[in-house]
């Protein structure tokens, strides 16, 4: 089986860095994916960790340890867009890509 | 990326009816998935539907319950059968997509959002 913890909800202030972690159990690990989505609307893809390390794209970056089993999303220089759930989805090597496992999602409330 | 249209986008029906909902993708894909997300809960796939073969189901899920059908590479529609208030949720057609990394990414459509009372 697996399990994806995350935490529920964060809230921050524009301007400033908030890191989302996410923890996972799994068997056959493949890969970890992060979206974005806004409320009332479909999920949007962010990023994707096969290797240990931080991957950056711009405001946006994503760490991925295997043997901790262990993730995280850092989102820099908040703006108020982006208040949102962000969701943290694991691959198994067995399954296709398009079966993921999805923990539960962190609601990012973002402040003047 | 594929551009996905789903339809309705919202719905509200009463108990014992049924709803369909359909997908439209702008592109060629062998495999369409489909995810429910209920209230506060993550997303669960539901069923892959296979172009020219029946569908395969996620463990919860039967196809009494949910019939797919998939008659082309580029449409796919879920019924939602039986209606029950559990069954409100947001239900989102998705397929995989290529990227230059070497992994495919899911691409979802706009989504569905069942009320049922």
């Known amino acids: 089986g697996q399990n994806i913890d995350q935490p529920t909800e964060m809230t921050a202030t524009e301007g400033a860095i908030v890191q989302i972690n996410c923890t996972y159990q799994?068997?056959?690990?493949?890969?970890l994916f992060w979206y974005q989505q806004h409320a009332g609307e479909a999920p949007t893809f962010l990023s994707y960790?096969?290797?240990?390390g931080l991957e950056e794209k711009g405001r946006f970056s994503s760490f991925l340890s295997r043997s901790k089993g262990y993730s995280y999303l850092l989102l820099k220089e908040l703006q108020m867009k982006d208040s949102a759930s962000y969701l943290c989805?694991?691959?198994?090597?067995?399954?296709?890509?398009?079966?993921?496992?999805f923990g539960a999602g962190t609601q990012v409330v973002v402040t003047p | 990326s594929a551009v996905i249209s789903q339809k309705p986008s919202r719905d509200i029906c009463q108990r014992g009816t049924s709803l369909t909902i359909q997908c439209q993708v702008d592109?060629?894909?062998?495999?369409m998935f489909w995810y429910r997300q209920q209230p506060g809960q993550s997303l669960t796939l539901i069923a892959t539907?296979?172009?020219?073969?029946?569908?395969?189901?996620e463990s919860g899920f039967v196809i009494d319950k949910f019939p797919i059908s998939r008659p082309n590479l580029t449409f796919s529609t879920l019924t939602v059968s039986n209606l029950s208030p559990e069954d409100s949720s947001i239900y989102l057609c998705s397929v995989a997509w290529g990227q230059s990394s070497g992994a495919n990414v899911l691409t979802f459509g706009a989504g569905s959002r069942l009320t049922v009372l």
């Open positions: 960790n096969v290797l240990d």
């Open positions: 799994t068997s056959g690990f493949n890969g």
């Open positions: 592109s060629q894909v062998t495999m």
């Open positions: 539907a296979n172009q020219g073969s029946e569908a395969t189901y």
């Open positions: 989805a694991v691959k198994r090597v067995r399954d296709s890509w398009g079966k993921l496992q």
